[in-house]
């Protein structure tokens, strides 16, 4: 069945430096990629997204892209800082399916 | 404007029993979506509902049911608890009608199953 495999599980990056995630799907369909941030105890909130007609999104210090023939997106974030630590989650949607990474934990060391 | 609410916070059940779930949406938003965060597993479509209707549900049994009410808010029923379903179930709301359009979730339910 369709799968989104997302990578790495873990990641730990020096405040400063820059944290890429990157997500893989297999629903040729898929047409809308959402990025959530999920800090320890709260609720999931979306950081960025970007549709299948874009190749290239970005948001201040987040920036994500999608490369449609590799069925391939990433996250990144730039200038990491100590609030950037949580849980990342893709997700990849093409009609009435929705399908979530597994999650990224990113830990912003100082 | 308020957020999406979901209640209880926690939910303690033994096996058997059945558990209901509520989720109200953010004013507005006409679409409801029931995730369930098992540890370790990221986040698993359970169902989504559109105007009152079932509009799609994900691999999940039959003893998972739901419903919309026609203000909008949601509930989620868990029948033969199992302790497998001990998890984070979390709503979402859009203002749109797909699953392709950003979602505000809830702080979520948790649900444990001695």
């Known amino acids: 069945g369709e799968n989104v495999e997302q990578h790495p599980s873990t990641l730990s990056v020096q405040e400063g430096d820059s944290a890429v995630i990157k997500c893989t799907y297999s629903?040729?369909?898929?047409?809308?990629f959402p990025w959530y941030k999920q800090e320890l105890g709260k609720r999931p909130q979306l950081i960025i997204d970007i549709r299948s007609n874009v190749g290239e999104k970005k948001d201040q210090r987040i920036a994500v892209t999608l490369n449609k023939t590799a069925k391939h997106f990433s996250l990144h974030i730039t200038e990491t800082q100590p609030e950037d630590s949580a849980v990342y989650f893709c997700a990849a949607t093409g009609g009435d399916k929705i399908i979530f990474g597994k999650g990224t934990r990113l830990h912003i060391l100082p | 404007e308020a957020g999406v609410t979901q209640s209880p916070t926690h939910l303690i059940k033994t096996r058997g029993q059945q558990a209901t779930l509520r989720c109200s949406p953010i004013?507005?938003?006409?679409?409801v979506y029931w995730y369930q965060q098992a540890l370790g597993l990221g986040l698993q479509f359970l169902l989504w509902y559109d105007e009152g209707e079932e509009r799609n549900r994900g691999n999940f049994p039959p003893r998972f049911s739901g419903r919309q009410f026609p203000n909008y808010s949601s509930e989620l029923n868990v029948n033969a608890l199992e302790l497998e379903d001990s998890a984070l179930y979390l709503c979402?709301?859009?203002?749109?009608?797909?699953?392709?359009?950003?979602?505000?979730f809830g702080d979520g339910t948790r649900l444990s199953i001695l």
């Open positions: 979402a709301s859009s203002p749109f009608r797909g699953l392709g359009q950003p979602q505000h």
């Open positions: 629903d040729s369909a898929s047409n809308y």
């Open positions: 004013s507005g938003h006409t679409s």
